[in-house]
């Protein structure tokens, strides 16, 4: 059994030096340079006495996207068979810096030959995370309730409303085609 103990509630930064490598080994998240033990990240220091062994633990965890997850974000770049998403809501909170997500269109509904409009430059987004492979957050808009939120007409401006069956411009009467969801239009959207 090893007998953990946390410095002090000290509090060190990357480069810091914790310790010394006659005194502890280096442990997670710390490396050994020239004549000292220093921290990788910002965290707090614990020394594992039984092993002789120093480590840092982690100040503040990276959230990372999680399969299944629902995200709302905004269209950055759009192309034929997939968009960039930037995620600002992840399961209805918001996020700090924010997360980049890609919609692959080519599978979605549609089919072969047939040439369809999802998602455009500056739509707002609901959308779930169907894999984080290698990183990448990749996401789906199948489902009813996902899709474009709220977007503008690309003839002259104007926010879209939904009036009857397909959203239209009020200003122009551009029908615009898009995967819309299930509620877009609506006046009360949660992310």
């Not at 192309?79 to 960039?84: D, E, H, K, P, R």
Request: one cysteine or more; a positive charge.
């Amino acid at each position: 059994m090893s007998k953990r103990e946390t410095a002090e509630k000290k509090m060190v930064l990357p480069g810091d030096v914790i310790a010394s490598p006659e005194e502890f080994m280096p442990g997670k998240n710390t490396y050994e340079q020239e004549d000292s033990v220093r921290a990788t990240l910002p965290g707090q220091v614990e020394k594992d006495l039984s092993k002789r062994e120093v480590a840092v633990r982690a100040a503040v965890r990276p959230k990372a996207l999680a399969v299944g997850d629902v995200v709302v974000g905004q269209v950055e770049a759009a192309m034929s068979s997939t968009a960039g998403v930037r995620i600002t809501f992840v399961n209805g909170r918001q996020t700090l810096g924010g997360f980049p997500g890609t919609i692959f269109t080519r599978g979605e509904r549609g089919g072969r030959g047939v040439r369809r409009t999802y998602v455009k430059l500056g739509d707002v987004v609901r959308a779930k995370v169907s894999s984080t492979l290698n990183g990448m957050n990749q996401l789906s808009i199948e489902e009813p309730h996902l899709g474009v939120l709220a977007t503008l007409c690309s003839v002259c401006g104007t926010p879209l409303t939904k009036d009857g069956r397909a959203p239209t411009c009020q200003v122009c009467g551009s029908v615009e085609e898009r995967k819309f969801a299930d509620d877009f239009g609506s006046p009360d959207i949660r992310p």
